[in-house]
């Protein structure tokens, strides 16, 4: 699918209809970095196939693992049989492929390298190159960040209590408990995406949980997966939130993952007074999924902190357009991660917003945003961070007159499609290529 250079964003017509959404990033990035651990044939349908999982994708097939593709979103993989890479595994700007990659290879008999974009390698890894030399790993990072070189090691399970809740650094630790001897335990200090232990305990693993902490014991054949990947809920984000925002919108989407890590999002939307309705409709690989309608809402503001943070990580770029348009202030804290995604998110959107006519106030941890404010059209910049661009059209949709997102392709690294979604639920976004 084509992906813009640029969206022109015409706003005033209402969003209406059913549709859904790209596949989950989170799950389909392991659904390839599991599969390839489990002998046999995983079959997985609904594949997101976009920018960052393309790349895990290649990174598994250097690793020896055949991959049949039958059509965009359907695949089958050969697992249990890791093959040392001939060349370095370049995860462009994944950071779960990388990080989740790092955990599995530092167990290997073989050594790899591990790569990315420029923006990737602006990405801290120390937080998961630590822990992993706790373990025993032979592990070299460039000052904390990548590429990453690793040897052969054999490593020894350990107890490790995460300093912050991350599903990237968890997920890590336990995937290269997999191939430790004795057990390995993570102790969060709060909720993190869960969509590791869910899928591990699908294929068999020994994983155990009791409040905070999660203990893998190594030893269990994994078996191979036969899923379908819901549609991702931090893609529904930017539709949710524009169905909001946009008057006279009723709109549904559909086949979502409702995983309550992920979740957050629609609690403090709730908090603001959005008319939104959830309905589970099943369970596939242990997560639960359904659809949500979303009506044109009048917000009003809220504080955010705590464990809601973690819930809604993703989700931070777009909640800032909410809350230009609620009545109030809404104040976020503890969400100083925002400062290491793909970007500085606080910086770059309140620096975006801000060409729109938009007052924020930046702090070190979060944001304080006092509505409702008025937009005003303007020329936007994308960022190469697919969050901030997506969240810069739907902004436009609040504006008054034109607003046109630049370097708008980044999309494509988790909602392939985006603009063209958005038209056939009315909106009036224009893609083009750039002059």
Known sequence: MHTPDRIVIKPGTPLSGKIGVPGDKSLS?????LGMLAPGVSNIRGWLNAGDTEATLRAIQKLGILVDRHDAH?????????????????????????????????GQP???????????????????????????????????YCP????????????????????????AILLAGLFAEG????????????????????MGAKLTQEGDAITLEPGATLQPLDMTVPGDISSAAFLIVAGLIVPDSDLTITGVNL????????????????????????LEAGEPIGDIRVKSSELRGAVVDGDLVVRMIDEFPVLMVAALCASGETLVLGAKELRVKETDRIAVMAGELRKLGAAIEERDDGFRIKGR??????????????????????????????????????????????AETFAKLGANFVPEPAE
């Open 183 to 202: 057990s390995t335990m993570v102790i969060q200090p709060g909720p993190a995406r869960d969509h590791t232990e869910r899928m591990l305990s699908s």
């Open 110 to 144: 073989f050594a790899s390298v591990l790569d990315g974009s420029e923006q990737l390698r602006r990405r801290p890894m120390r937080r998961i190159t630590d822990p992993l030399l706790m373990m025993g790993a032979k592990i070299a990072a460039r000052d904390g």
């Open 74 to 106: 359907t695949l089958t993989l050969r697992g249990g049989n890791l093959q040392s890479p001939d060349d370095v595994l370049d995860f462009l700007n994944a950071g779960t492929g990388i990080r989740l990659a790092a955990g599995i290879l530092s």
């Open 373 to 418: 404010q008025s937009l005003d059209g303007a020329v936007v910049d994308g960022h190469d961070d697919h969050r901030v661009a997506m969240s810069m059209a739907v902004a436009g949709l609040a504006a008054e007159g034109i607003t046109t997102v630049t370097d708008s392709s980044c999309a494509a690294d988790s909602f392939p499609g985006f």
């Open 148 to 171: 990453l070189k690793i040897e052969p090691a054999q490593l020894r399970g350990i107890e490790y209590a995460l300093p912050v809740a991350s599903a990237q650094v968890k997920s």
């Open 259 to 282: 995983n309550p890590t992920r979740t957050g999002l629609l609690e403090v939307l709730d908090m603001m007074d959005a008319d939104i309705t959830v309905t589970q409709t099943g």
């Open 29 to 33: 990035h392991r659904s390839l970095l």
